[in-house]
C-alpha cells in the first residue's frame, strides 16, 4: 500500500466505493478497462505534489505501479465535467472524515475564520476567471475561498471562485449555525451580514472598515468616532450601523510603532493618493465590531480572539510555499478545477489524518507542540512517508522510531512565544473562556 492509499483506505474511499460514486457523478457510466476512478483519483493526487503534473506523467505512473499501459490522451479525455464533480465529491468525504474531537469546553461549537487568497492563472483562462487587465497587461486570477474551524482544526468549506467575486459578495454563502463564533477581516463586513450573524444567534468579530457610519442607538444622529476617540482615549459602546442593526464598537489606543505602521500600509495600498488626515489619526486605535456583549468579553479577550484569526494566514502561506498552489501551468479550465481540487484535497488529508493526530501525540509522548508549516513542509517532500506516518499515528503500526523523526522535524523550536495551539487553549480554554 503507498502514501496515497493510505490516505484513501483511512477516508474508506475504497476500489469499489470510488466506482460507486464516479457513477453517480457522472464520471463513469461502467467499469473502465484501463483508467478506473480509484486510479485516477489517486494518480491526481499524487501528481498535485508536483509544480506541473502533467497527463504524460500520470500514464507513466500508472504503468509503473499497475503495469496497465494507457496513453496521456486516454487521461486527457477523461478529465471533464464528470471528472470535476468527482473529485469535489471526494474532496468533501474527505472532510467529513473526523478525527478525534477537541478536548476542553467553549461557549462556541464552532469558531470560524474566513478568507480568501489569489491564485495566479494562464491568460486563456481569463474568460472564465476574470482578473486584471489594462493596455500593457493582461493577469488572470481565480479567488480561493476557505473556512477553518479553530476548535476543530478542520476545514469546514471550500471554493474556487472568479477574482471579480470579491469578500463581500462571498460572505453572505457562509452557513451559519446558533452555536458559532466567525473572524474575517473587513472585506468580509457589512451591515447585513452582522444583520445575518443577529437573527441566526451566532457571533462575529470584524475590524472597523473605513467610511462605515454609525449612528447614536437612541437619536438616530452620525456620532463623531474621531472626536469620541479624542475625548475618552477607548470606547465600548452600542451604535446603529446603516440598516438599523445595532451592534458593539469598542476601541483601544495603540502603541506608536504600530499605528507608523498602519500609517505606512494605508498610504502604500493608495497607490499614490494620500489617504485622508482622518483616515491617518484613526490609524493610532484599534476598532473592533462585535455582537458579543459587554458582559460577556472585554477589549481584551475581543482582540486576543480576533488575534487568531491570524491562523488563516498561517495556512495560504504553507500551501503556496509547499504545495504548489502559487504554480498554475498552461492547464484548461477543467484540468484546473481537477488539480486545485487534488491539491485541496491533499491539503485537507495532511491536516486532518496527520498534523492533528501528530499534534496529540507530540504533546502526550515529547511535550512538543507540532508547526503546522513544518508538518505540510515535512509530508510534501517526503511523500513516501504518509502512508507509514498515517498508519503509525491512528495505531494501525508500530512506531518504529517515525515519530521520534516527527519530532525533530515538524516541532516548533523551543521558544517563549506560545505558538497557534497554546494560544487557542489560553484564549478560547483557559481563563478568559466566555460564559
Known amino acids: 500500500m503507498n502514501q496515497i492509499e493510505a490516505l484513501l483506505s483511512r477516508a474508506q474511499l475504497s476500489d469499489e466505493a470510488t466506482m460507486q460514486l464516479a457513477k453517480e457523478k457522472g464520471f463513469a457510466v461502467r467499469t473502465p478497462r484501463k483508467i478506473t476512478p480509484y486510479n485516477f483519483l489517486r494518480l491526481s493526487l499524487e501528481e498535485s505534489l508536483c509544480s506541473q503534473p502533467s497527463y504524460n506523467d500520470m500514464a507513466a505512473r500508472l504503468n509503473t505501479s499497475t503495469g496497465i499501459c494507457a496513453s496521456r490522451q486516454a487521461f486527457c479525455k477523461r478529465v471533464n465535467d464528470g471528472s470535476v464533480a468527482f473529485m469535489q465529491a471526494v474532496l468533501g468525504l474527505i472532510m467529513k472524515t473526523k478525527t478525534a474531537p477537541s478536548e476542553g469546553s467553549c461557549a462556541y461549537g464552532r469558531i470560524l475564520v474566513q478568507d480568501s487568497t489569489v491564485i495566479r492563472l494562464p491568460k486563456r483562462l481569463y474568460g472564465d476567471f476574470s482578473g486584471v487587465s489594462n493596455a500593457h497587461s493582461t493577469l488572470c486570477n481565480a479567488r480561493l475561498q476557505v473556512t477553518y474551524d479553530l476548535l476543530s482544526g478542520e476545514f469546514e468549506s471550500f471554493s474556487i471562485d472568479t477574482y471579480s467575486k470579491n469578500d463581500s459578495t ?19 463586513l457589512s451591515a447585513d451580514e452582522i444583520q445575518r450573524h443577529i437573527d441566526a444567534g451566532a457571533d462575529c468579530i470584524y475590524r472597523h472598515k473605513h467610511n462605515t457610519i454609525y449612528k447614536d442607538p437612541q437619536t438616530g444622529k452620525p456620532i463623531d468616532l474621531l472626536a469620541k476617540l479624542r475625548r475618552h482615549g477607548t470606547l465600548d459602546m452600542d451604535v446603529r450601523l446603516s440598516n438599523g442593526t445595532v451592534c458593539r464598537l469598542v476601541a483601544a489606543p495603540v502603541n506608536e510603532e504600530t499605528a507608523n505602521l498602519r500609517r505606512r500600509k494605508l ?28 458582559n460577556k468579553a472585554t477589549f481584551k479577550q475581543l482582540l486576543d480572539l480576533y488575534g487568531l484569526r491570524w491562523r488563516i494566514e498561517i495556512i495560504f502561506k504553507a500551501w503556496k510555499s509547499n504545495m504548489n498552489f502559487a504554480q498554475i501551468h498552461n492547464v484548461s479550465k477543467k484540468q484546473l478545477l481537477v488539480l486545485l481540487t487534488a491539491r485541496l484535497t491533499m491539503a485537507v488529508a495532511f491536516t486532518h489524518f496527520l498534523y492533528r493526530p501528530l499534534c496529540k501525540n507530540m504533546r502526550t509522548g515529547f511535550a512538543r507542540e507540532a508547526s503546522l508549516m513544518k508538518t505540510i513542509r515535512y509530508f510534501a517532500r517526503n511523500p513516501e512517508q504518509i502512508g507509514k506516518a498515517i498508519r503509525m499515528l491512528h495505531g494501525e503500526e508500530s512506531d518504529n522510531g517515525l515519530l521520534a523523526a516527527l519530532v525533530r522535524y515538524c516541532a516548533y523550536d523551543k521558544r517563549k512565544r506560545p505558538c497557534h495551539n497554546e494560544e487557542v487553549e489560553r484564549i478560547v480554554f483557559g481563563k478568559t473562556t466566555l460564559s
Do not use: F, M
Not at 462571498?170 to 468580509?188: K, M
Not at 498610504?267 to 473592533?288: D, R, V
Open 267 to 294: 498610504k502604500k495600498e493608495q497607490n499614490g493618493h494620500a489617504p485622508s488626515k482622518n483616515l491617518l489619526e484613526l490609524a493610532s486605535w484599534t476598532l473592533l465590531l462585535t455582537t458579543i456583549d459587554c
Open 170 to 188: 462571498a460572505a453572505p454563502e457562509l452557513e451559519l449555525r446558533s452555536t458559532d463564533l466567525v473572524l474575517r477581516d473587513r472585506g468580509y
